[in-house]
């Protein structure tokens, strides 16, 4: 197992258009978790899954934010009409039995809107 | 609510010097997770460590230590005979552990940026 996957690492947008990212998890964990963590900051939480059930959404995960985990394996995370606030490192995170067992944080999708 | 405070935004150090970044939290759980990540100018975070909330030994490993401190709802990262590889940003981290279901998610401090001299 190669760990927590995400893609891309790296995007840069231009405002009003739309991104995807994806997130591969390890293969037996039910549990994955985004967070989005801006310059200075430590990561916020988002949303999270378990297995294919968005059991959780932050405040900070507006309407143009959306968030899917078919079949319960890897997760997409949507922004649509980006703005420049969108701006940030997005880091997925996975686990098996968490806190217990503790996450595993993939690389991140660093986003830079302009 | 639950929160953690890293009141320490920067440290710079020389190499060698011994090091402690401080992490203050605040729940209302009885049961908890505390962590300690490492976060690389690359990005990617690095578990150090993760304690619960009934364990309250300290920890060594190698020369990393960790001071867990109910009473004052601490729970701080000294770093002895610091070196350059060791720059990066700590963040200190709590999570509820309640029952199956439940998210459980990382509530983060804001980091504490360590920089070490040569």
């Known amino acids: 197992d190669t760990g927590v996957s995400q893609n891309p690492r790296h995007k840069i947008t231009k405002r009003g258009q739309n991104v995807t990212f994806r997130c591969d998890p390890i293969?037996?964990?039910?549990?994955l978790y985004w967070y989005r963590q801006t310059l200075g900051q430590g990561p916020e939480f988002l949303t999270y899954?378990?297995?294919?059930?968005?059991?959780?959404k932050s405040r900070l995960l507006s309407d143009r934010f959306s968030a899917e985990r078919p079949k319960g394996s890897f997760s997409t995370l949507e922004i649509q009409r980006t703005e420049q606030g969108d701006s940030a490192m997005y880091l997925c995170a996975s686990s098996l039995a968490a806190p217990r067992l503790g996450y595993t944080f993939g690389s991140g999708t660093r986003l830079t809107v302009v | 609510a639950q929160k953690v405070t890293q009141a320490q935004t920067e440290i710079s150090v020389v190499e060698k010097e011994d090091v402690t970044l401080d992490c203050v939290y605040e729940t209302r759980d009885t049961t908890y997770y505390l962590f300690w990540y490492k976060q690389p100018p690359s990005g990617e975070l690095v578990f150090l460590i993760r304690?619960?909330?009934?364990?309250?030994q300290n920890e060594i490993s190698g020369r990393y230590s960790w001071n867990f401190q109910k009473s004052t709802s601490s729970f701080n990262f000294t770093i002895t005979a610091s070196q350059v590889v060791d720059s990066a940003v700590y963040f200190c981290?709590?999570?509820?552990?309640?029952?199956?279901?439940?998210?459980?998610?990382?509530?983060f401090g804001t980091g504490t940026l360590l920089a070490v001299q040569p």
């Open positions: 981290a709590l999570s509820e552990s309640k029952s199956v279901g439940a998210t459980n998610k990382l509530i």
């Open positions: 293969s037996e964990h039910n549990r």
């Open positions: 899954f378990q297995n294919e059930a968005q059991l959780e």
């Open positions: 304690r619960n909330s009934f364990d309250e």
